[in-house]
């Protein structure tokens, strides 16, 4: 499931197991109540807290959520030196420096490598880094389900910005040619903002995935 939190809409996903009840819940930027309702609603308990990247909108909650449940923060350490700037990122999308508070995060417990296993229950999701959006954006990729959770690299329409710090055009293309179009046409894309969207839908009338193709 779902749900978009925080000022900014980030897509906030919950990876149940519907044997073992156990979840993975991805970029928890904000509205910890509203998560914690969704994982008491589906009786699941949180496991493992993933980060597809360091921006305010995906992380700054990732703490709570694990004081609250114990579940470890897995991220990218390349992302870091966003994290030592924190409190000035929602400046840049126009949000009063100290208006949001003071987020408190912290190093990841675990950054995994290209290509790793996380495993949750029967949840089985590759992580592939994908970065350009940031330097330690990473995508999830869960083939048993045909999903994708691809943060803010790829977007229904859509890419990720690159004008922020850490941000690179090249890289960005790079990644969504490289790691995210080869998957199979039918897989569902949750980006980290907007509606669901498919390789395939992209592939064919996004019109940055043209130049991202070539």
């Given at each position: ?46 496991r ?9 909108d ?27 700037i924190?409190?000035d ?45 940031t ?5 999830l ?10 943060g ?63």
């Amino acid at each position: 499931m779902t749900l978009p939190v925080g000022l900014l809409g980030c897509n906030c996903t919950i990876l149940g197991d519907e044997t073992t009840r156990e979840a993975i819940v991805v970029d928890p930027g904000a509205d910890i109540p509203q998560i914690l309702s969704a994982l008491a609603k589906h009786q699941l308990t949180a496991r493992k807290i993933v980060i597809t990247h360091a921006h305010f909108d995906h992380i700054a909650s990732a703490q709570e959520l694990k004081q609250l449940t114990g579940a470890p923060i897995v991220y990218n350490k390349a992302d870091l030196p966003l994290v030592a700037i924190m409190a000035d990122q929602p400046t840049w999308v126009g949000i009063p420096k100290g208006a949001l508070g003071e987020p408190d995060v912290r190093p990841p417990d675990h950054s995994p490598a290209d290509e790793e296993h996380l495993v949750v229950g029967g949840i089985d999701a590759t992580v592939l880094h994908t970065p350009g959006h940031t330097e330690g954006s990473l995508s999830l990729w869960i083939p048993a389900e045909g999903l994708l959770l691809a943060g803010d690299t790829l977007f229904a329409g859509g890419v990720g910005r690159t004008d922020f710090p850490g941000g690179n055009t090249g890289k960005l293309l790079a990644s969504i040619k490289e790691r995210l179009l080869p998957l199979p046409g039918a897989t569902v894309v949750v980006p980290g903002h907007g509606p669901d969207t498919t390789i395939l839908e992209e592939r064919v009338s996004n019109p940055y995935v043209g130049e991202a193709a070539r």
